[in-house]
């Protein structure tokens, strides 16, 4: 009999996800996911921090009671993510003109954003790179938005369309909100060098577009200083500016949920009205956000000891990837010598788009139970020494 929910349609499956679902479904002992996007160390394990571990500790020896947190999150949390993301001493926090709150997330915290943005400029536009992490598109689209493509990927040089992507800046109309990879593109690993990076900032200044950085991979780059530089170059330009970070992949804590939206006011008065209006979004939405990975993250950055052995833990995170790209690249080099995978060592972050088809993508699958997603992409953080060989031989195989 017809109820209330008869004529809602299944949902397209999520495409990652679909590939996980196939990868499960595989009984070859021997199979390999590269198509996920998470970091997983040399033994194919997602790493348990030791700087979590220690944090964890004192806070579990404290048993400190579970009280509502504020709207905004943690204070001593938001004041670590301001300084890790705009710089300690920087102007826009010494002037006060820098909010942040704690989020669900890096996806909690775009959502933040794109819902307060469509409270107080609903008639503008959103603009994301072509391609994008899928969720961006989806995400602005379901807070209201109608969400364009700017050219980003040249697939025939596998790196950045820079003239294509500064001329569709050139002739968006002021207000537009531009969504940028601040580091470590996702799905691409293809990103702006620092001279491109001046020119957008100066586009995007110039015609009062609003950048809205997403930073999900802030020290997978080139380091932590130097992937958050383009921020700290956005806020000097002044605002408004928009930043969603997360600490999934940088921290390892993908299921506490811990990330931050930053946005950027003129003045410190603006900045006051702007929190006080991002609170009510948090409010209404969530009222507030859980405890445990905040307090982690604020611990581990704010105690010496433990920053240390966070920023060690990440360079080694980041330095294996970079090895595997090395590695990669130079064992293609001996099994198929007529292709050139130089690229790969180019790219930042954790993931690839390797440049195999969709066609070569499905043969791996069906041939040698290696995943991968359709377009391409690799999650190059899933390779390691036990299951690079394999995966080589396989690539070598359907070229
Ligand atoms: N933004 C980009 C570009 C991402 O790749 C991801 C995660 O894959 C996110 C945001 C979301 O991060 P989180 O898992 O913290 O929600």
């Known amino acids: 009999s017809a109820s209330l929910f008869t004529a809602i349609e299944m949902a397209p499956r999520d495409p990652i996800l679909g590939i996980t679902e196939a990868f499960n479904a595989d009984k070859n002992p021997a199979k390999i996911n590269l198509g996920v996007g998470v970091y997983y160390d040399n033994n194919g394990k997602v790493p348990l921090l030791d700087c979590v571990k220690k944090a964890e500790a004192i806070l579990m020896e404290k048993g400190a009671p579970r009280t509502y947190l504020p709207i905004d999150g943690l204070a001593a ?9 705009f710089g300690a001493g920087s102007a826009v926090i010494n002037e006060k003109r820098a909010i942040t709150a704690q989020a669900i997330g890096g996806t909690g915290a775009l959502k933040l954003g794109a819902d307060f943005l469509q409270r107080f400029a609903p008639g503008a536009q959103v603009w994301i790179s072509d391609p994008s992490w899928e969720n961006h598109r989806a995400l602005f689209e379901s807070a209201g938005f109608t969400v364009n493509n700017y050219p980003y990927y040249d697939p025939s040089t596998r790196g950045v ?4 992507m ?17 580091c470590c593109h996702n799905p691409t690993g ?15 200044t110039e015609r009062g577009l609003v950048p809205f950085l997403d930073m999900a ?3 997978f780059g080139d380091g932590i200083e130097a992937d958050g530089k383009v921020v700290r170059q956005f806020a000097d330009a002044g605002g408004p500016l928009f930043v969603s970070n997360s600490f999934s992949k940088s921290f390892s804590l993908y299921g506490e949920r811990v990330g931050a939206l930053s946005i950027v006011a003129v003045s410190a008065e603006e900045a006051a009205r702007l929190l006080s209006q991002l609170k009510r979004v948090i409010r209404t939405n969530y009222s507030n956000p859980p405890m445990h990975g905040g307090q982690v993250v604020a611990m581990a950055l704010a105690t010496p000891e433990l920053r240390q ?16 790209r090395q590695l990669l690249v130079a064992k293609l080099k001996e099994k198929a ?15 690839s788009y390797s440049g195999l ?7 791996l699958a069906s041939e040698y139970s290696i995943y991968a997603v359709d377009t391409g992409r690799i999650c190059v953080a899933a390779l390691n020494s036990t299951n690079i060989d394999k995966v080589v031989e396989a690539i070598s195989k359907v070229l």
Do not use: C
């Open 337 to 351: 010598p007529a292709h050139d995978f130089d690229f790969v060592i180019q790219q930042r972050g954790m993931f």
């Open 217 to 219: 991979y802030q020290g």
């Open 166 to 182: 500064l001329g569709a800046l050139q002739t968006m109309p002021s207000g537009s909100i531009v969504l940028l990879h601040a």
């Open 77 to 85: 949390y938001d004041k670590a993510v301001q300084e890790l993301v």
């Open 190 to 204: 293809a990103d702006l060098s620092a001279a491109q990076w001046l020119e957008v900032i100066q586009v995007v």
């Open 309 to 324: 052995l966070w920023e060690d833990e990440l360079a080694g995170m980041r330095v294996r990837i970079r090895e595997m």
């Open 357 to 363: 088809t969709k066609e070569q993508v499905s043969r």
């Open 161 to 164: 369309n820079f003239s294509g």
